[in-house]
């Protein structure tokens, strides 16, 4: 692994640890989407500061370059992680939908009792 691809995964990954703790310090974004972030990044940190691990890892995975194993790697994590974030945004269409119906159904009760409450009072005068 060259020199110049450690020095950048050791920049992004500084960098992107800085963004994420001021996001967490602002309360921008959750604690369980922060810890992620941070243990990718730190995960880069270390596949750029022990080169022999990554050297290692290729080996297992049986890519030619270890910068290979390094995009399948990141490419992989992203993957699993969209994949997670899909099954999250589905629960949460799923929850909207039923609030929506929820409310619907609320506001036609109400609106019948209301017509049922004006027509008594119609009658009783």
């Known amino acids: 692994m060259s020199m110049q691809l450690r020095l950048v995964l050791i920049v992004v990954s500084l960098l992107t640890l800085i963004l994420m703790l001021?996001?967490?310090r602002t309360a921008k974004m959750r604690i369980e989407d922060s810890i992620f972030w941070l243990g990718f990044c730190l995960l880069l940190?270390?596949?750029?500061l022990l080169p022999q691990l990554v050297y290692w890892m290729a080996g297992l995975a049986g890519t030619q370059a270890p910068v290979n194993f390094i995009f399948l790697f990141v490419i992989f994590v992203l993957l699993l992680r969209l994949f997670s974030l899909t099954l999250r945004l589905s629960e949460l269409e799923i929850k909207f939908q039923e609030l929506v119906q929820r409310i619907a159904l609320h506001e036609s009760l109400e609106r019948e009792r209301?017509?049922?409450?004006?027509d008594k009072g119609e009658g009783e005068k």
């Open 22 to 24: 001021g996001r967490i």
């Open 45 to 48: 940190l270390v596949f750029s």
């Open 114 to 118: 209301l017509e049922m409450g004006v």
